[in-house]
């Protein structure tokens, strides 16, 4: 079993639609929790840290449940420029080793 | 600020042939990282070093990968023989760790070395 499995998508919305989408974790020790995006044949970059009790960054909102063990990302009011690949990553305490998973990949249309 | 850079950007090559990678990270970071992303993956972590030292590289093939980074600064990532299976796009990652810091510090990646093996 993969430690990081996301459903890859892809999710295709409309401008101004919600989108949402998870992923689950299979290591209990896990600590760290984030979102990075990762654009067509370019780096990824992180779009946000997850905390215990749930954080938003503009249009986007994360997840987090620890007994279930996953991660959410909510994207609200699509937008075109928001058409990328979502990937989960996580890491355990004290390790500076992170494990992505594969990535959702959201389109947005016009 | 300059982020990670990395060259070459493509690289086509025979299998069997050698290859090498190089990476220039963010000025003052301490942390190095190559990864290695295959097409619909997420990146793989092949090696991790702290200033000079490699302080994780259990994940990369030692018989045909090696890596270097002699002044904690640049750091080159080697394949020799390339093998078809080595086609991959190589992302060179860096940040600035603290020992002392328990809290996470943001890894900033380099655009990538996108290799072909034919």
């Known amino acids: 079993r993969k430690e990081v499995e996301q459903d890859p998508g892809p999710f295709n919305v409309p401008e101004g639609a919600t989108v949402a989408f998870n992923c689950t974790y299979s290591n209990s020790a896990s600590q760290s929790f984030f979102w990075y995006r990762q654009d067509c044949r370019k780096e990824p970059k992180l779009l946000m840290s997850v905390y215990s009790s749930g954080n938003e960054d503009g249009r986007f909102t994360a997840q987090l449940n620890r007994a279930s063990q996953y991660i959410s990302l909510l994207i609200r009011d699509s937008k075109l420029s928001d058409s990328a690949t979502y990937l989960c990553?996580?890491?355990?305490?004290?390790?500076?080793?992170?494990?992505f998973g594969a990535g959702t990949t959201v389109t947005v249309r016009a | 600020e300059a982020g990670v850079v990395q060259s070459p950007r493509y690289k086509i090559i025979e299998k069997k042939q050698p290859v090498a990678f190089w990476c220039n990270p963010i000025?003052?970071?301490?942390?190095l990282y190559w990864y290695l992303q295959n097409l619909g993956q997420g990146p793989e972590l092949l090696i991790r070093?702290?200033?000079?030292?490699?302080?994780?590289d259990s994940q990369l093939p030692k018989d045909r990968f090696s890596a270097e980074r002699l002044k904690g600064v640049d750091s080159t990532l080697k394949i020799q023989p390339a093998e078809l299976g080595d086609s991959a796009v190589y992302l060179c990652?860096?940040?600035?760790?603290?020992?002392?810091?328990?809290?996470?510090?943001?890894?900033?990646f380099g655009p990538g070395t996108r290799l072909t093996v034919l």
């Open positions: 990652a860096s940040s600035l760790e603290s020992p002392e810091a328990r809290a996470y510090n943001e890894q900033f």
């Open positions: 000025s003052g970071h301490n942390t």
């Open positions: 990553v996580v890491n355990k305490e004290d390790d500076y080793k992170l494990s």
């Open positions: 070093y702290e200033n000079e030292e490699a302080v994780d």
